[in-house]
Every structure is written in C-alpha cells, then in structure tokens.
C-alpha cells in the first residue's frame, strides 16, 4: 500500500490516532458526566496489533435497556494507560469520539511506547468503568529475544460448548493470542448446541453485531482478551461457511455475496482491535494480511485466506463450497490461488529475505495433505490446500529457493490437532521435508468422527500427529534453539468446570525441519 493510501484510509478508519502519547493534558468532555443505568463496557476490552512501539486498544459500548431509550449517539469516551498494574503510574491519557456509526466502537492506536513492556489500560464513559486489560510491546526489532510465547486458537462455535480453553488461555504467561479464524459462526448445529445462538443467521450489518455481542459477552473469552494482545486471522464463518472471495456454496449472485461480505468485515472490524477497517471506498474490501517481528527471534505472516482465494475445483453445481473431489482437472490449474496472486507475491517478497531465526506462517486452515485412497484415485478436501496443490507448491518452492531453514507454518479450521512434515511432493519420502506444520483443534467447534479421522491419519504418511476427537488451543513456545508446540485439550468443554491437559507435545529444532515427538 502507497503511504498515501495508508494515510487516507487511516483518517476514514475509525481509528483515533493518539499522536501525543506521555501527555495527559486532554480537554475535558465539554457535556456533564453521563450517568448509566448499567455498565456500557459489557462487551470488554481487547488490545492488539503488537508493535515495539504501538499497539491498539478496543473496546465498544453496548447499552442496556434503559439507556437505550435515551437515543444516544455521538459519545467521548476516555482511556488511560498505565505502567503498573495496580493503576498507579499512568503513562498517558486520551479522549476519543464515537458514534452510532460504527456501533459505539472505539479503536486507540497508542503509539510512542517502550518495547517489551507491559501495560494496563482502562476506558471510561461518565460514571462507568471499563475493566482492567493488560498489553505488551513487541520487543526491539534489533532485540535478542529468548523466548516468544503465543496462545494459538481458532475455531469457537458458541453453541458447541464453553469457552474453557479461553480461560486457561488468560492465565497462561504469553506474548500474544493468536486466532487463525472462525471466531464467530453464521450457522447453527442445533444438534450439538450446549448453548443456543440468540438471533438467526446474520447477512445484514445489524445481524453481525448482534452475533459479535453474544459471542463478545462470554466472560472466558473477555478474559483472554483482557489478558493478552491479540493478533487476528479470519476464515470463513466470520461471513459465510466455505465462502472463496465473491463466491458462497449456493451461488448467490457476486454482488450480494460482496455486500454481505461488507456487512460481516465491518462488523468484524468493530469488535477487534484492528488498525484498520473496510476501504471506504470499497467497503467489501479488508487489508487483514499482516507481517509482525519479534526480535532477530521470529517473522510472522498472518495471511488472509478467504477474501482473494480461487473458487474450490469442481464444485458441485448445486451446492458449491468445500467438498472431497476425485478425478478432477482443475486442480493442476496453475492459476488458481489460495492468497490471491497480490498476497502471495507481498508474501514471498518477505520470506524470501527474511534473516529471523524463525520464519512462522501462519494461515487459516491446513497445508499438509488430508486426502484419501479410492477405487479411482485419490480423494482431496478441496477448501484447504488440498484443493490448491499448485498455490500449496508455489509457497514451498519459494521456501526452498531461497534456501530457507527454520519455516514452521501455523493452521487452524480443522478442528484436528496436527503435526506435520511438509515436502514438496506431499507424502513422497522421497522429497525433502522442507517446513514444519502445526494446526491446532478448535476452541469448540466439534470435529471430524473417529473412522474418518483414522483413514485420514493411515492414508497420509506426512501428517505425524492427527486427532480430531479433542478440543482446545496450543501452546507455541519459540526460543532460538527450537518451537515447541503443547496440544492442550479436552474431550469436550461442555460444562464449565472441564479442565484441560497435554494430548502431545512436539519441536522442531533449529536447521532439521519436520516435528518431532517429546
Ligand atoms: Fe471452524
């Protein structure tokens, strides 16, 4: 993006750009202080988009029944960053607007901060009080960093069980969440619902924020959300199951499917802690991929899966979307693309130089092979990478041309815990493992029975560990000498007393690539 650019969609953003961090001298809101009847911060507070220097801080307001009823619209609403937990230092202090526009959302881009170092940071809106979140800085870029630890999640239907690993997440001692994706789900499985879904499908703006205001009140994940920063991914169900850019399963005209796909983004938008929103100009359109360093230790891509990708090969003319496809052409077609030919020449520009200890790529669902043997050929899943072998070898081509060691990628969507050997010619012993992959289960959402999980786990020498029966999140724990990953999960987070434990733990240890088994 041209700096231009950046600066005009900065300023259309609803982004307040706190340019006078340290300073707390802020004009007091000019009306009386507003009296709530209930605490409008009910949907929490989040912090992400780590940098050495910045970060941005969330929250939005909801309001209750008899606060509504007084018609609000434009409000101020104050936050204050501290440099101790017990809120004594305050580091800096602004004051932002928001509107019904954007539903009440505020975004803070807090910049001038110290690297590696903790915040504590609280919004305010008359006599209400938001709680308490914690943040952290990146480290330096040039910084010796030991040890980086990450949360890595994705995959939470709400009405497929409790939000257990979001509170084990909170607790635990980490850097940065990291959620690959399907963080709300359009659809509902009344069949497995430990809980129910308030409202009906969502397609329109008004929809989605009722969806995100369900699943946003859930104290578990708002305590992984006050814990730690985020750094967020999406796949499908934030718009529709298995869309693939303006294409959704039953063939809705392009132009309906982009204008629910703006709906979703922007409602998405207003309840992450996300730099930057929509294009205002062209508001199906969403820049989420993004590039974070930690230190000489880590580069990390986040990669954007769903807006640009080819429609799946051999759809079924009834009901598109994800399918096992046999016998079918079109997946040789070196034009079809999983990032979009824009994301995947931005990406390989920066793998290809990268001098970090580790490259991670992290990316929405699974790159290693998941298909299986039939009495006329090989069976594929061809929403995954599966369904894009030319995209899938395009990316790890580029791992070996430019001789790179040290590439563990990083999946989600499955809802199966994975550790795999990635080679170029997948499953092939004679083709070097050239990159690590780790996919971790879902916070809930339920999984693929057992005999397919079996098949799949038998037809695929690649994949070294496959279980779809437990849900959860992984530990990933990069020092200079290896990346660990801890499989935490449970059988089934239906109540919210269940505990979880350690299913497996693997590393890849530096310059060998391939996980192996603790
Ligand atoms: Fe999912």
Redesign the pocket.
Known sequence: MQRREFNQRLKHSAIALALMPWLSAVAAPADKPRVWRSNPFALGVASGRPRPDSVVLWTRLLFGEHDRAAGIDALRVQLEVFADAALQRRVYQTEVATNEARAHSVHVHVQRLQPSTDYWYRFRQGNALSTVGHTRTAPALNADVQELRIALS??Q?YEHGQYIAHAEIAKQQLDFVLFL??YIYESSNPQYAVRKHSSDEPKTLAQYRERYEQYKRDPMLQAAHAAHPWVLMW?D?EVVNDYANDQDRQYTDPQQVLKRRAAAYQAYFEHQPLLLGPDPDLPANMRLYDQLSWGKLADLWTLDCRQYRSPQACRDPVRGGGRMVVQCDELSDARRSMLGLAQERWLTQRLSPSTAQWKLVAQATQISSTSIPTPVGRSYWNDAWDGYPQARQRLLQTVVDAKLNNVVTLG??V?CNVAANLRLEPNNPQSPIVASEFVTT?IT?RGLGDKPAALIRDSNADLLHYRSDERGYSLITVTPTQVRCDFRTTKFPAGTEAELKTQASFMVKSGQAGPLLV
């Open positions: 994705s995959c239907h994706g399907d796949d169900h989600g969507d809802h879902s959402s």
